[in-house]
């Protein structure tokens, strides 16, 4: 997910009663099938295209279209799912402002539609498939607000803004901000940030010194940095000696613009995607990293080489047999091909799209394919030690634990902390 975070991210069905399948039925009915035949499965995959970006950002995320392919290959060779084989369309995006991710959501939905896309919609541009064009998706980062406008079943690996509600408290009970702390966000994220972090605070009668939203787009770095330095040389005149980083996009942004200035105060990150993609650019000083604690799922690395990851294990052969080369994370340096989180982001996806559709069985639709993601539940995904519960919004991000990370500067990643 942090490459997806680099600058800047069942559903509600569209009608009523039950669909056949072989999942027990559906709570709707939905019988639209884009993309689906007798034989066929066609399946879209978005992902961050940085090629636009590489004289400004060292950073070599390997191949996304690569791993995805080698497991639906492996899928295909094995007779499919139910009978189908899968389809794959592929459509890159960059990160930096909007026309290239509606382009991707056009090419995927309305140019070769897809029954189901996956991948890494950043930001509300996962809206454009839920909501605008009406197609499945497996990703993105779920908000209450972005799931009650969904109009076809979305799911996600990613947890949810639950996750954020969960960090809150376990940061509460560890007596982190116990001092005089600042909550700072991106305006586009108000709204779950108050329905999270802010929620939770106002309920245990913690009041920040003050809450900024920062308003400079993702994709202008010079405004961002400049009005980030502004905000950080306020708080530190205000005294402020700890910031909350809330919302799912601030993170990266926030080190990229506070390490130019002299304020270093203890950081509290809701998700630490933001860490990751600061800790791996060639260039940046990580000291302003020393200290900070964010809240997170299990870390992959974590798990590299312990019996937690034998499915991982089992996935990244796959892939390594179709000639990709993935590096276990705690031997990663800056510079290095960062392979293992779009491998894992691929293997996570795959699995789970996999389950969905064996259980929905060979009558696939919508209805059926809601009605199985609605009902998987005690399963394993790779990279985590944890199962996931999938049900209706709540859980369409499978419930994952949210666990406290501590930076280690001696391995430059963040670590599991006392929980």
């Given amino acids: 997910m942090f490459a997806l975070l680099l600058l800047a991210g069942a559903c509600k069905s569209s009608s009523g009663a039950s669909s056949s399948g072989d999942t027990g039925g559906s709570s ?81 939905t309305q140019d070769d539609p897809s029954f189901v896309v996956l991948g890494g919609p950043i930001g509300d541009s996962a809206l454009c498939y839920v909501d605008t064009q009406q197609t499945a998706l497996i990703g993105g980062t779920m908000t209450a607000e972005g799931l009650a406008q969904a109009k076809a079943p979305w799911y996600s690996t990613w947890a949810s803004d639950d996750l954020a509600t969960d960090t809150t408290r376990k940061m509460l009970d560890k007596g982190l901000l116990d001092g005089t702390f600042a909550v700072v966000g991106r305006a586009d994220e108000k709204a779950s940030i108050e329905a999270t972090t802010l929620k939770v605070l106002q309920d245990a009668g913690k009041q920040p010194a003050e809450t900024a939203y ?89 798990g590299a080489g312990t019996s937690a990851t034998t499915q991982t294990k089992d996935c990244f052969a796959i892939q390594e047999k179709a000639g990709i080369v993935i590096q276990d994370p705690a031997t ?23 389950k969905i559709l064996e259980k929905a069985g060979t009558t696939l639709d919508y209805g059926t394919f809601e009605a199985a993601g609605n009902s998987l539940t005690g399963i394993t995904l790779s990279g985590s030690p944890d199962t996931w519960n999938y049900g209706a919004p709540p859980s369409a991000d499978g419930d994952p634990p949210s666990y406290l990370l501590e930076w280690n500067p001696a391995t430059k990643r963040m670590e599991l902390a006392g929980n």
Avoid: H
């Fill in 214 to 302: 920062v308003t400079s787009p993702s994709g202008d770095v010079t405004a961002l940095n400049a009005e980030i330095a502004t905000i950080a040389e306020r708080l530190k005149s205000e005294g402020v000696d700890t910031v909350v980083l809330a919302g799912d996009t601030i993170g990266n942004q926030w080190l990229t613009g506070a390490v130019k200035t002299s304020y270093r105060p203890k950081l509290l990150f809701m998700q630490t995607s933001g860490i990751d993609a600061f800790a791996i650019t060639p260039g940046n000083d990580l000291s302003i990293l020393d200290g900070v604690i964010g809240g997170g799922v299990y870390p992959a690395a974590e």
């Fill in 28 to 108: 709707t009915t939905d019988t639209r099938a884009p993309g689906v035949t007798s034989d066929t499965i066609k399946v879209g995959v978005t992902y961050v295209d940085l090629s636009s970006l590489k004289d400004v950002l060292n950073l070599d995320l390997g191949t996304y279209q690569g791993a995805y392919q080698a497991l639906f290959d492996d899928i295909n060779a094995k007779g499919g799912i139910n009978g189908r084989k899968i389809e794959a369309t592929y459509a890159p995006a960059s990160p930096v402002g909007t026309e290239a991710t509606a382009a991707a959501c056009t090419k995927l």
């Fill in 332 to 354: 990663l340096k800056v510079g290095d091909t960062q392979q293992y989180q779009p491998s894992l982001l691929a293997c996570q996806q795959v699995e789970l799209l996999q």
